[in-house]
């Protein structure tokens, strides 16, 4: 059974860090690409972050490139989220998705959330 359980989630001041996992099982983590996904309250889901299944390519979103960094380690079967510099605008439940293909932005699993606030 596949399973994606997401870890890291909590209240944070603005210009505050925090790191998101996601502790993935029940299938070859090393030979998907992941996702992170959020949804603000009130809003739809907005896609956050890409990386491929080896780690070495990344993709984020205009909002928060150059502010979160997306890893993974393979070994341990986990995905990473760094928050960094993080805004009132960043708060929202932050899912981990895993991708049907590479090149889709079609997601066939995907975690339970963990929630992620922004406030002073």
């Known amino acids: 059974e596949v399973q994606l359980v997401e870890s890291g989630g909590g209240l944070v001041q603005p210009g505050g860090s925090l790191r998101l996992s996601c502790a993935a099982s029940?299938?070859?983590?090393?030979?998907?690409?992941m996702s992170w996904v959020r949804q603000a309250p009130g809003k739809g889901l907005e896609w956050v972050s890409d990386?491929?299944?080896?780690?070495?390519?990344?993709y984020y979103g205009d909002s928060v490139k150059g502010r979160f960094t997306i890893s993974r380690d393979n070994a341990k079967n986990t995905l990473y989220l760094q928050m960094n510099s993080l805004k009132f605008g960043d708060t929202a439940v932050y899912y981990c998705?895993?991708?049907?293909?590479?090149?889709?932005?079609?997601?066939?699993?995907w975690g339970q959330g963990t929630q992620v606030t922004v406030s002073s």
């Open positions: 998705a895993r991708k049907l293909t590479s090149w889709s932005g079609v997601y066939d699993y």
């Open positions: 029940g299938f070859t983590f090393s030979s998907h690409s």
């Open positions: 990386i491929n299944s080896g780690g070495g390519s990344t």
